[in-house]
């Protein structure tokens, strides 16, 4: 190292060394450095005070200030206004299970920048923090990036009170409904198993199992022919259903689409139509739009659905004959 500071072709190799060390690539040009020294001496970047000091061909350079850093330059005030809402964003996640963490990054971010500002509460996102389960949500996502399999000990919501253990190769998370689940290979049966996450009573690291890693499924395709999370048997296809609502309800539809094939047929009759595999999580989804919505295609899933009002209508009647009784 020169007296003066480092040689600009010093400053090359070793942004050179520096890019091959994060990036695996180098290729750093003369051009390059001298537009990102430009940059940093700006005001746009960090103002640096740069000094360079020529020795024959020779340039050197350094700080004026050798005590300078840009880590120590404050922050704008679109840089500090970004950074806020990023914490504000975070800050709903704050005492949910498995996120502890966040209050670390939230607290050394308001600590490091000064922006210990209004504590206000002015954003909400859809969360249940009483929801059973969560507390598994980071070990089994953990699991399941280490490529670890699991023994779990579960409870369907149909036999509830009988317990199955499970070994499981862990292979997708996905939330619906507020609700958490676990895609996996069932280890014994050598099928893929959906299994949500506050029906789990316990779970642990399946040492002496070999992990089946996923090699054929895509899961960001794996639900394009579905609502919901429940993946139906190969027997049942998928069908084109035709579906009216009330004009009060229509526009809301056709800003958030039930489903990504969502295609209007007639906005004058408010019609609209999605080609989807039936599963109840559809079936959920169509009833609780309760009049504003009626099936009109196909003939067989409509029949369906109306059985399906009939059924609940019959819980009503009675009441309504003893009051008129």
Not at 58 to 80: G, H
Not at 132 to 151: E, F, V
Not at 162 to 182: A, C, G
């Amino acid at each position: 190292m020169h007296q003066f500071g480092i040689k600009h072709y010093d400053l090359i190799d070793k942004c050179e060394e520096a890019l091959y060390y994060y990036n695996g690539v180098g290729g750093v040009s003369r051009r390059q450095v001298f537009e990102d020294i430009k940059f940093m001496e700006s005001d746009t970047g960090w103002s640096i005070p740069l000094e360079r000091k020529k020795d024959g061909k020779k340039v050197y350079y350094r700080y004026e200030d050798p005590d300078f850093s840009i880590n120590e330059q404050p922050l704008t005030d679109e840089e500090a206004q970004q950074l806020r809402t990023v914490i504000l964003t975070l800050s709903r996640f704050r005492g949910l299970p498995s996120n502890e963490w966040i209050e670390d990054v939230i607290s050394n971010l308001e600590w490091r920048f000064n922006l210990k500002g209004k504590s206000e509460n002015i954003i909400g996102f859809e969360q249940n923090v009483n929801l059973k389960g969560l507390n598994w949500l980071t070990p089994i996502l953990d699991a399941t990036s280490n490529h670890q399999p699991l023994k779990i000990v579960y409870r369907n919501y149909k036999n509830s009170e009988v317990e199955k253990t499970l070994i499981v190769h862990p292979w997708y998370v996905k939330q619906y409904n507020n609700r958490w689940f676990l895609f996996a290979l069932d280890d014994q049966r050598y099928y893929i198993t959906n299994l949500a996450l506050d029906r789990i009573q316990s779970l642990e690291i399946s040492e002496d199992t070999p992990f089946m890693p996923n090699e054929n499924i895509n899961f960001e395709e794996y639900f394009n022919d579905v609502i919901g999370v429940t993946i139906p048997k190969d027997d049942v296809v998928k069908i084109r259903i035709v579906l009216k609502f009330s004009k009060a309800q229509f526009p809301y539809i056709t800003s958030k689409p039930l489903h990504q094939s969502q295609a209007i047929i007639s906005e004058d009759d408010c019609t609209l139509a999605i080609e989807v595999r039936p599963t109840y999580e559809l079936d959920q989804l169509i009833l609780s739009f309760g009049p504003d919505i009626e099936v009109l295609e196909p003939t067989e899933y409509r029949e369906y659905i109306k059985r399906k009002i009939e059924e609940n209508l019959q819980k009503y009647l009675p009441m309504q004959k003893d009051c008129t009784e």
